[in-house]
């Protein structure tokens, strides 16, 4: 019913799997594998999950860790550090640890590609060449 998930996300601020599944773009299989790993918790009414905004929330973080780079344990690990009784300064100076790792280790991989794209451009050039002084 309509009615039903517009009252349950806007006013209780709860969240069918299918809801986020379709919000965020994952499967139903990612949420439960998020939630084997205890990085979401949704509550329980018989067979049904219901996702509360926190949930929704640490989904968000874990998917932005993804396109960062980070892997699953590092972004529960940033995500275990939040606590709202505080200013989070340790949470923020690990997440940027964190993205100075990542862009390291990027910025190698970088560096190898070039490499990489340079060595197969010259390996072209000479298979052409050879080919040519073949067929000539």
């Keep these: 019913c309509q ?3 517009i009252r349950m996300s806007v006013f209780l601020q709860l969240y069918s799997i299918r809801d986020l599944s379709q919000d ?3 499967t139903t299989r990612t949420l439960r594998f998020y939630e084997e790993k205890g990085l979401l918790e949704p509550e329980r009414r018989g067979r049904t999950r219901l996702y509360t905004a926190a949930d929704r929330v640490r989904l968000k973080l874990i998917l932005r860790g ?3 780079g980070f892997t699953l344990d590092e972004s529960a690990e940033l995500i275990a ?3 709202p009784d505080s200013n989070n300064v340790a949470q923020l100076q690990a997440l940027i640890d964190k993205i100075r790792e990542q862009r390291c280790r990027v910025e190698k991989q970088q560096q190898h590609i070039r490499l990489m794209l340079k ?3 010259d390996w072209e050039q000479r298979s052409i060449k050879a080919l040519r002084a073949l067929v000539d």
């Design 81 to 83: 550090m939040y606590d």
């Design 119 to 121: 060595d197969l451009k």
């Design 66 to 68: 993804k396109q960062l």
């Design 3 to 5: 009615w039903r998930h």
């Design 24 to 26: 965020f773009g994952v």
